[in-house]
């Protein structure tokens, strides 16, 4: 068989393999309770994401995507850092030690100051926690003359970006009781927690506290609804003015309803195989690019998200302007080619045409999860791409906590995840930490590569400034040659609007719903 007709013939089978994914991957775990029409004053969110918890390293990022917590810095569309509760920020000669001026005039929801010393109280126990802080290297964090001045063992320049996470958001310190665990979220943006009903629904209301602009929209709830077709069918029954991530079925459903516009941003993720490369089989480079060239992602991008121009021809998406590179050969579809690499790895059909090597069965598990509703569909077309070209995989849906578990347990094989390299809009800190090292939660797993990580800690340490667009460069390039992970698809958010409201724009970064910016339609 051609590869033309390969692919061809992969795209029907595409179709088939939804109707073999299990109904549990599409049920709504979830409990909605009946809701009425959202009120004439109350702006109501929808999202797949459940609160776990109030901890900000956990469930931090809804509280600043709703406006209720700050950071000490903010980014612009463009990824260029601004002020956030710091007014301004400065660098020693020597690059290790960052100085962070508070906003003169900030306050808590509680009515206390937001001060340097008081925004200690949150970022100390952030760098106790696992999350970005630790990457930076810093050696000391304390507060002088109306700044937060940190310390560094080495340069580290995407530091500032780091304080632009939400796991870094600052809370008042009566957040804490005695053993510094979080019992309630008091931040310090323009909305305040007026109620919190976990895992589902928290409400806010404008703070009075708040020292900027009055915005318009002056309560706001989010609702936390796991099945992507029920947050559509909410805002087309406008029982939610704004509904995120949306199925592709959705969204040409919502494109002929009255009522309802949507808006849709292409965003710095790409869903991908996470793969163990220390699995004996995966170990080897050549079985990752056979897997890479038996994946359909043409295909996929057409078929499930009915946009060609998703298909990733590269780790790095065209949203992530300086890591994207043109010129670059882009990853291709040969199944034909994909079974005689496995061939020269060693490996030989079976009876029922999957692959066998040293007495072992070529098969795995591959788990991914429900929160973002394409993840199943596209597991379920690459299960069926897969055993074209001789490798059996069994798919698990199951929660997104299960990939980085399956990391730490070294117990992972194979894991589809979209990762959102705008985590820190600079991604040279994600890089690190997906990277190097053998990889981390999110990135590589046992994978190791010598000139990866020299550029990666150039680009850190900022130390050969006129070299970064080659060290970007050969990142991409090292990734697109030996394949840790294998990259499927780039991603564009849409979001469902009620006639009810305007002025609503996507935040590329995916730090705020920009609630502040909402305008109720006259």
């Given at each position: 068989?051609?590869?033309?007709?390969?692919?061809?013939?992969?795209?029907?089978?595409?179709?088939?393999?939804?109707?073999?994914?299990?109904?549990?991957?599409?049920?709504?775990?979830?409990?909605?309770?009946?809701?009425?029409?959202?009120?004439?004053?109350?702006?109501?969110?929808?999202?797949?994401?459940?609160?776990?918890?109030?901890?900000?390293?956990?469930?931090g990022?809804?509280?600043?995507?709703?406006?209720?917590?700050?950071?000490?810095?903010?980014?612009?569309?463009?990824?260029?850092?601004?002020?956030?509760?710091?007014?301004?920020?400065?660098?020693?000669?020597?690059?290790?030690?960052?100085?962070?001026?508070?906003?003169?005039?900030?306050?808590?929801?509680?009515?206390?100051?937001?001060t340097?010393?008081?925004?200690?109280?949150?970022?100390?126990?952030?760098?106790?926690?696992?999350?970005?802080?630790?990457?930076?290297?810093?050696?000391?964090?304390?507060?002088?003359?109306?700044?937060?001045?940190?310390?560094?063992?080495?340069?580290?320049?995407?530091?500032?970006?780091?304080?632009?996470q939400?796991?870094?958001?600052?809370?008042?310190?009566?957040?804490?009781?005695?053993?510094?665990?979080?019992?309630?979220?008091?931040?310090?943006?323009?909305?305040r927690?007026?109620?919190?009903?976990?895992?589902?629904?928290?409400?806010?209301?404008?703070?009075?506290?708040?020292?900027?602009?009055?915005?318009?929209?002056?309560?706001?709830?989010?609702?936390?609804?796991s099945?992507?077709?029920?947050?559509?069918?909410?805002?087309?029954?406008?029982?939610?003015?704004?509904?995120?991530?949306?199925?592709?079925p959705?969204?040409?459903?919502?494109?002929?309803?009255?009522?309802?516009?949507?808006?849709?941003?292409?965003?710095?993720?790409?869903?991908?195989?996470?793969?163990?490369?220390?699995?004996?089989?995966?170990?080897?480079?050549?079985?990752?690019?056979?897997?890479?060239?038996?994946?359909?992602?043409?295909?996929?991008?057409?078929?499930?998200?009915?946009?060609?121009?998703?298909?990733?021809?590269?780790?790095?998406?065209?949203?992530?302007?300086?890591?994207?590179?043109?010129?670059m050969?882009?990853?291709?579809?040969?199944?034909?080619?994909?079974?005689?690499?496995l061939?020269?790895?060693?490996?030989?059909p079976?009876?029922?045409?999957?692959?066998?090597?040293?007495?072992?069965?070529?098969?795995?598990?591959?788990?991914?999860?429900?929160?973002?509703?394409?993840?199943?569909?596209?597991?379920?077309?690459?299960q069926?791409?897969m055993?074209?070209?001789?490798?059996?995989?069994?798919?698990?849906?199951?929660?997104?906590?299960?990939?980085?578990?399956?990391?730490?347990?070294?117990?992972?094989?194979?894991?589809?995840?979209?990762?959102?390299?705008?985590?820190?809009?600079?991604?040279?800190?994600?890089?690190?930490?997906?990277?190097?090292?053998?990889g981390?939660?999110?990135?590589?797993?046992?994978?190791?590569?010598?000139?990866?990580?020299?550029?990666?800690?150039r680009?850190s340490?900022?130390?050969?400034?006129?070299?970064?667009?080659?060290?970007?460069?050969?990142?991409?390039?090292?990734?697109?040659?030996?394949?840790?992970?294998?990259?499927?698809?780039?991603?564009r958010?849409?979001?469902?609007?009620?006639?009810?409201?305007?002025?609503?724009?996507?935040?590329?970064?995916e730090?705020?719903y920009?609630?502040?910016?909402?305008?109720?339609h006259?």
């Open positions: 068989m051609r590869p033309a007709d390969d692919r061809f013939f992969t795209r029907r089978l595409i179709a088939a393999a939804l109707l073999a994914l299990p109904l549990a991957a599409l049920a709504d775990p979830g409990h909605v309770h009946e809701l009425t029409p959202a009120s004439a004053d109350t702006l109501t969110v929808v999202g797949p994401w459940e609160l776990t918890g109030i901890e900000p390293s956990r469930s990022f809804m509280f600043t995507r709703m406006e209720v917590t700050q950071t000490l810095l903010d980014v612009d569309d463009a990824g260029h850092l601004r002020a956030g509760a710091a007014s301004s920020w400065e660098v020693s000669s020597d690059q290790r030690e960052w100085r962070f001026f508070i906003r003169q005039g900030n306050r808590f929801h509680d009515g206390s100051p937001l340097a010393n008081t925004a200690l109280v949150s970022l100390r126990r952030a760098l106790k926690t696992p999350g970005v802080l630790q990457l930076a290297g810093i050696t000391d964090l304390y507060a002088e003359r109306g700044a937060v001045v940190v310390r560094l063992r080495k340069p580290f320049a995407p530091l500032p970006f780091l304080f632009t939400y796991s870094t958001q600052l809370l008042a310190p009566s957040s804490f009781n005695a053993t510094g665990r979080v019992t309630a979220i008091v931040g310090s943006g323009p909305y927690i007026k109620s919190i009903t976990l895992p589902q629904m928290f409400e806010t209301e404008f703070a009075d506290t708040w020292n900027g602009d009055a915005p318009a929209v002056r309560r706001a709830r989010y609702i936390s609804v099945r992507a077709e029920t947050r559509a069918l909410m805002a087309q029954s406008r029982q939610a003015d704004l509904a995120f991530t949306l199925d592709p959705s969204i040409r459903r919502l494109q002929r309803q009255q009522g309802v516009s949507l808006v849709a941003q292409n965003l710095p993720r790409t869903t991908f195989l996470k793969l163990n490369a220390a699995h004996p089989f995966l170990r080897d480079e050549r079985v990752r690019q056979a897997i890479s060239l038996g994946v359909e992602r043409d295909g996929i991008a057409r078929a499930l998200l009915r946009d060609a121009d998703l298909g990733a021809t590269q780790l790095f998406p065209p949203a992530l302007a300086q890591w994207h590179q043109t010129t050969a882009p990853l291709r579809t040969d199944p034909a080619a994909a079974r005689a690499l061939q020269q790895a060693g490996f030989a079976g009876a029922d045409g999957i692959l066998w090597r040293d007495g072992r069965r070529f098969a795995i598990t591959l788990y991914t999860f429900v929160d973002r509703p394409e993840l199943p569909l596209i597991a379920s077309a690459i069926e791409e055993r074209q070209i001789g490798i059996a995989v069994r798919v698990v849906v199951g929660n997104s906590s299960d990939i980085p578990a399956g990391h730490r347990s070294g117990s992972l094989e194979m894991g589809l995840v979209a990762r959102n390299f705008g985590t820190t809009p600079d991604p040279t800190a994600t890089m690190v930490g997906d990277y190097t090292n053998g981390g939660d999110w990135g590589a797993m046992n994978w190791h590569d010598a000139a990866l990580d020299a550029a990666l800690a680009l340490t900022g130390e050969a400034p006129g070299a970064q667009n080659a060290d970007r460069a050969a990142v991409a390039a090292r990734l697109q040659a030996s394949l840790p992970v294998i990259p499927v698809v780039w991603y958010q849409t979001i469902a609007v009620s006639s009810r409201v305007r002025n609503v724009s996507i935040d590329a970064f730090r705020s920009r609630i502040s910016d909402i305008k109720w006259p």
